[in-house]
C-alpha cells in the first residue's frame, strides 16, 4: 500500500491542515480584536481627555463669572476708600502743620508757664512728636497696599471672560513685533530670540488684550529658561484653514502634568511671593476666550513648554 493511500495518514494530514487553518484564522481574528481592542482603548482616553477639556473649560468660564462680580463688588468700596486716603493726606497735613505751630510756639518767651506745659504735656502724653513721624508713613504703606489691591481687582476684571471690549481690525504681527520691542532690554543679552513669522491676515480683535497676553507668554517663557544654558525663545506666526496661529516656545524648566491641569486658575504659581503673581496665564485664558480662541500647551517637565494660541480670523462686514 502507498502513502498516498494510506487513509490514517490522509485523515491525519487533513486534520493537520484544518487544524493549521483554523489556528491561522484563530490568529488572525485576535490580531483584528487586539488592534480593535487598542482603537477603542485611544478613543476612551480620546473621549476622557475631551471630557475633562470640557469640564476645565467650564470651570474656568464659572470662575471668570465669580471673579468678575467679587471684582466688581470690591471695585465699589475700593474707589471710596482711596478718595478717603487722599483727603486723610490732606488733613494729616494740616494736623501737622498745627503741631509744628504749637512747638514753635511752645519755645516763644510770650507764652505762659502753664498753657506751656499744658501743651507739653499734651505733645508727650499723646507721644505727639513720634506720631507726626511715623504717620507719613503709614499713610503711604496704606495708599500702596490699596493700589496693589486696585491692580488685583483689574487683573480679575480681564479674566472674566464675559467683559465686552472694543475690536478693531488689525494685524496681530504689528502688536506681536511692539510687544518684542517692549521687551527688547529684558530678553537681551540672557536670551536667544528665534523669530520664525509668516504673513497673518487681519482679524478683528481688541489689540492691546492680545498685546498682554504676547507679554505674559514670552514674559514666562523668559523666567522659565532662567536657569537654562543656551536659553532660546522662538517665536513663530502662521495662517491655516481661517486660524492664526502663534507659537512660543522655550527651552526652559517645563512644567509637571499637575502644573499643566492648574495653570489657567487665578493666582496660581510655582513662583517665589516677589516674582508670580500667578494671574498671567488666567488673564491670556479670558482673553482668548473672548476672542473665539484657544491656547494649546505642550511640554515635559526639564524640556521646555510651547504655548500656541489658536484665533479664528474674524474680518469685518463691508
Ligand atoms: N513657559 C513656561 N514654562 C514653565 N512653566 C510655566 C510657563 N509658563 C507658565 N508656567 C507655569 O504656570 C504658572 C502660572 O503662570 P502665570 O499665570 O503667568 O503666573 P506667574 O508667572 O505669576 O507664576 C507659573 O508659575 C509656572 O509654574
Ligand atoms: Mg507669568
Redesign the pocket.
Known amino acids: 500500500m502507498s502513502d498516498n493511500v494510506n487513509p490514517y495518514k490522509q485523515a491525519h494530514t487533513r486534520e493537520k491542515a484544518a487544524r493549521l487553518k483554523a489556528e491561522q484564522l484563530l490568529e488572525d481574528k485576535s490580531r483584528k480584536l487586539f488592534q480593535q481592542k487598542i482603537k477603542l482603548e485611544e478613543s476612551y482616553i480620546k473621549l476622557r481627555q475631551q471630557e475633562s477639556a470640557m469640564l476645565q473649560n467650564e470651570q474656568l468660564a464659572t470662575l471668570g463669572t465669580l471673579s468678575a462680580g467679587i471684582a466688581h463688588e470690591i471695585n465699589n468700596p475700593l474707589a471710596f476708600v482711596l478718595s478717603n486716603m487722599e483727603s486723610l493726606n490732606n488733613y494729616t497735613k494740616s494736623f501737622q502743620k498745627l503741631l509744628l505751630l504749637t512747638q514753635e510756639l511752645i519755645q516763644t518767651e510770650g507764652i505762659k508757664e502753664t498753657e506751656k506745659s499744658l501743651l507739653t504735656d499734651l505733645i508727650e502724653q499723646e507721644d505727639l512728636a513720634f506720631i507726626n513721624e511715623d504717620v507719613d508713613e503709614l499713610l503711604k504703606d496704606t495708599s500702596d497696599g490699596l493700589h496693589r489691591v486696585r491692580k488685583i481687582i483689574n487683573n480679575l476684571r480681564s479674566f472674566s471672560p464675559t467683559q465686552n471690549t472694543d475690536k478693531v481690525e488689525t494685524n496681530l504681527l504689528k502688536g506681536l513685533k511692539s510687544t518684542l520691542k517692549l521687551l527688547d532690554s529684558e530678553l537681551k543679552g540672557s536670551v536667544d530670540l528665534q523669530l520664525s513669522l509668516l504673513p497673518l491676515p487681519n482679524t478683528l480683535c481688541n489689540p492691546n488684550e492680545l498685546n498682554q497676553v504676547f507679554l505674559?507668554l514670552i514674559l514666562?517663557?523668559k523666567?522659565?529658561t532662567e536657569d537654562t544654558k543656551e536659553a532660546t525663545i522662538k517665536i513663530s506666526s502662521h495662517y491655516q484653514n481661517d486660524t492664526i496661529f502663534i507659537r512660543i516656545q522655550?527651552n526652559?524648566?517645563?512644567?509637571t502634568d499637575e502644573?499643566k491641569k492648574q495653570?489657567f486658575i487665578p493666582f496660581?504659581?510655582?513662583?517665589p511671593m516677589d516674582?508670580?503673581?500667578?494671574?498671567?496665564?488666567?488673564i491670556a485664558y479670558g482673553i482668548i476666550a473672548n476672542h473665539q480662541g484657544k491656547i494649546i500647551i505642550e511640554?515635559i517637565e526639564g524640556s521646555g513648554?510651547t504655548?500656541e494660541i489658536q484665533l479664528p480670523v474674524i474680518q469685518t462686514k463691508l
Not at 252 to 255: L, Q, R, S
Not at 268 to 271: G, L, R
Not at 275 to 282: N, Q, R, V, W
Open positions: 505674559n514666562n517663557a523666567q522659565a522655550d526652559g524648566c517645563g512644567m502644573v495653570i496660581f504659581t510655582t513662583k516674582k508670580g503673581t500667578g494671574m498671567g496665564m488666567a511640554s513648554a504655548f
